[in-house]
């Protein structure tokens, strides 16, 4: 399994606009899509 580094979780967090509905294949923990749904009021759902 390919792991993206918590660092570069604000370079994608920028791709992603407020209030957008994001799909997350492979999310692991969580912690990606958790700060969107903070940061960016984002619709989320995870699949690990």
């Known amino acids: 399994m ?3 580094p918590r660092q570069n979780h604000p370079i994608i967090e ?3 606009a407020p209030g957008s509905r ?3 294949l ?9 700060g969107l749904v903070e940061r ?6 995870g699949v690990q």
Not at 26 to 34: F, K, P, V
């Open 2 to 4: 390919h792991k993206i």
């Open 14 to 16: 920028e791709w992603i």
């Open 22 to 24: 994001v799909l997350d």
């Open 26 to 34: 492979g999310c692991g923990d969580g912690t990606l899509l958790s």
């Open 40 to 45: 960016k009021q984002v619709e989320a759902m």
